[in-house]
């Protein structure tokens, strides 16, 4: 067995363009706050904190069928770059939002990185929403609520292509888990692409450990392993209430570390988004130690 550490990046998007309520670009800083980098290094694994991505000033659009999308481009393809480079060089990128639309960068940087190996990856995307509008179908404009169509090569084609390739996981490789606030449009584009969804009502009927095991399994098939991108508001809002866009209903804290447990024993979590905290919204810091801790246990965290 090889005694040589670990390696984890922690990149901070402190973006939050993509999303109605402000707030979230305060994310990064909260979840170190709570002890991340502490914790991580406590697990015997060697962190670089590669700091936070700048964010491009703009006067935030009120308007449009793909909001701040000039800024949020520009993050995403600075992201790319990073996630991409640490992926290289041996890490796993671990990249704290942050709205979700940063997802589009993390994603396309880890996925090229092993494209350039001649391998795919696959994408357990865990989320209360199943952010696969496109501009022509978001009733908002809002881009955190497009990313993964972005991924599967829909929507606008300077993000669909970003990194030079479209698309960037094949659909049989991706699993949406704990879905339960989908738009009409999202629901013709989940079974237009053929993407696999557990939303709440099959976590509820079959158990969280069954669920997490068979979406591994699902992005594992063929590929060199998987990036896990988790928004905390797939935690019903009495764990984490610290988010914008909150629905009852949610995953437990049981269910949350779980689910994070599992993907660590796989060993095949080649990426790790934690994005949507807001400590705006948040109760005493609650939703980032939450997320501190999410992260620890999807890193290998164990109670023993």
């Not at 670009?25 to 406590?42: H, K, Q």
Request: proline share 4%.
């Amino acid at each position: 067995m090889s005694s040589k550490k670990r390696h984890a990046t922690v990149i901070g998007v402190p973006l939050d363009y993509g999303a109605s309520k402000k707030g979230a670009s305060g994310g990064p800083a909260a979840v170190r706050r709570a002890n991340l980098v502490e914790g991580l290094e406590a697990l015997d694994l060697e962190v670089t904190d590669a700091g936070d991505l700048p964010v491009p000033k703009v006067a935030v659009a009120a308007k449009g069928k793909l909001k701040n999308g000039a800024a949020i481009l520009k993050v995403c393809q600075n992201l790319e770059k990073q996630a991409y480079e640490a992926v290289a060089n041996g890490s796993v990128p671990i990249t704290l939002g942050g709205d979700h639309s940063l997802a589009v960068g993390s994603v396309s940087g880890v996925a090229r990185a092993f494209r350039d190996k001649g391998r795919k990856i696959g994408l357990i995307w865990v989320d209360a929403h199943a952010d696969i509008n496109t501009p022509d179908s978001s009733p908002t404009g809002n881009v955190h609520g497009m990313p993964l169509a972005h991924l599967l090569g829909m929507g606008h084609k300077d993000f669909a292509r970003l990194g030079g390739f479209s698309p960037k996981i094949d659909p049989r490789n991706i699993v949406l888990v704990g879905i339960r606030d989908v738009d009409r449009a999202e629901a013709v584009n989940i079974r237009k692409s053929g993407i696999r969804v557990f939303s709440m009502q099959e976590i509820d009927r079959y158990g969280m450990g069954v669920v997490t095991e068979q979406a591994i399994d699902m992005a594992s098939d063929g590929t060199a392993g998987f990036h896990l991108s988790f928004d905390i508001d797939v935690v019903d809002p009495g764990n984490a209430p610290g988010t914008g866009t909150v629905k009852r209903g949610g995953l437990t804290y049981r269910e949350s570390h779980l689910l994070m447990e599992l993907c660590a024993d796989s060993e095949r979590m080649v990426g790790l988004d934690l994005v949507e905290v807001n400590p705006l919204e948040d109760t005493q810091n609650a939703t980032a130690v939450l997320a501190s801790e999410l992260i620890a246990s999807a890193m290998g965290k164990n109670i023993y």
